[in-house]
Nanobody, 116 residues
């Protein structure tokens, strides 16, 4: 089992910045990918950014050049730096942890609201 603790959501003005953090505990040796998805009402959860254990990153086209995913020292603490945010970035952001075996774990979610 893996437990994920998210922090850093909140209200931010359009064009501003926000940083999300996710710390994993438990069966962390099974880590393959770790990162963030987001979801708005009535829509499916979509990938925002994810970071592989070997350092490979994947970003959604909509956030490329604005968001940066990285590790905060520990292999299983991941940050999402969100710069130049837009109203369409408003969503609940969920940390995810994908194991080598294909299992996916989710955090409880943190709300990001971008005001115009």
């Amino acid at each position: 089992q893996v437990q994920l603790v998210e922090s850093g959501g909140g209200l931010v003005q359009s064009g501003g910045s926000l940083r999300l953090s996710c710390a994993a505990s438990g069966a962390i040796s099974t880590l393959n990918w770790m990162g963030w998805y987001r979801q708005t009402p009535g829509n499916n959860r979509e990938l925002v950014a994810t970071l592989a254990r070997d350092g490979t990153t994947v970003y959604a086209d909509s956030v490329k050049g604005r968001f940066t995913i990285s590790r905060d020292g520990a292999e299983t603490t991941v940050l999402l730096q969100m710069d130049n945010v837009r109203s369409e970035d408003t969503a609940v952001y969920y940390c995810h942890f994908r194991t080598y075996y294909g299992s996916m774990y989710w955090g409880k979610g943190t709300l990001v609201t971008v005001s115009t």
